[in-house]
């Protein structure tokens, strides 16, 4: 056990210093992870601030067993959040191995308990089996999905309480028209879609997208809350952005969202 332990912990301060992390990771005495890009801990952090309230509501009314799920989870920085926040058990899910590599080392160096925060590799569309969860992350996934109203149908399958979403948006929100079936005959949509082709690279070289080779489609505000009632979401909530957060946010390119059973 000894052995294992020292040779994780070796490979996690190799890899740290490579600048292909997803999360700026604090590994104690100093050390800190590179991080991919220089803005990305400032959409993770607006990310926290934003869902922060309403995720300890939820946990604080599940109770001592809280339990939560994170889709996506690339290293496991939320699942970390959720931890702190007062989820007793979190479950995280990431289409790439070597993401779920990289937060089974940060878990085991920071000590946490894998009964407490359990990791494994799954398509977001095979999840759900997993059972129900009070609280439901979904951030940074559904623009990079060919079938991101499939994925929004998983979702709500395993939410219990709350279901987190947090996707980039399209502009501008004016509506589109497109024609329907009949010479003459338009129609106005707010919901729309963009589609942006990923290409087909080796995982590694091409971190943050779920998988290359794929239509991704990004969705403007109103289809991202079309999408959701139509994955069966009753109600969906958007909670207010502190003006000092990342622009991103505050100037609705971005949108974090509630989404109730």
């Not at 992870?33 to 939820?58: F, K, Q, W």
């Not at 979190?90 to 937060?103: F, H, K, L, Q, T």
């Not at 091409?206 to 991202?224: E, F, T, W």
């Amino acid at each position: 056990m000894w052995r294992k332990r020292r040779r994780d912990t070796d490979e996690l301060l190799e890899l740290a210093g490579s600048p292909t992390w997803m999360y700026e990771w604090d590994l104690g005495d100093g050390l800190r992870t590179a991080v991919m890009g220089p803005e990305l801990m400032s959409i993770h952090e607006t990310r926290a601030a934003v869902m922060e309230p309403v995720v300890r509501r939820v946990l604080a009314v599940a109770g001592p067993d809280a339990t939560a799920v994170d889709l996506a989870c690339s290293e496991g920085w939320f699942a970390h959040r959720l931890l702190e926040w007062g989820a007793h058990r979190v479950v995280g899910i990431d289409i790439r191995p070597e993401n779920i590599r990289r937060a089974e080392l940060v878990r085991d160096h920071l000590g946490i308990d894998e009964d407490r925060l359990s990791l494994r590799v799954a398509d977001v569309y095979d999840a759900g089996d997993l059972g129900t969860f009070d609280v439901v992350l979904c951030l940074g996934l559904i623009y990079h999905l060919e079938n991101p109203v499939g994925a929004l149908r998983v979702a709500r399958r395993l939410t219990g309480r709350v279901c987190v979403v947090e996707s980039q948006l399209v502009e501008p929100h004016e509506p589109l028209r497109h024609s329907w079936g009949t010479t003459g005959e338009y129609v106005d949509q707010p919901a729309a879609w963009a589609a942006w082709y990923e290409p087909q690279v080796e995982q590694d070289s091409h971190p943050i997208a779920s998988a290359g080779g794929v239509v991704s489609l990004i969705p403007n505000r109103a289809a991202l809350l079309q999408a959701l009632g139509a994955a069966g979401f009753s109600n969906a909530e958007e909670p207010p952005v502190d003006p000092g957060l990342s622009s991103q946010y505050t100037e609705r390119h971005r949108l974090v969202v509630a989404a109730w059973p």
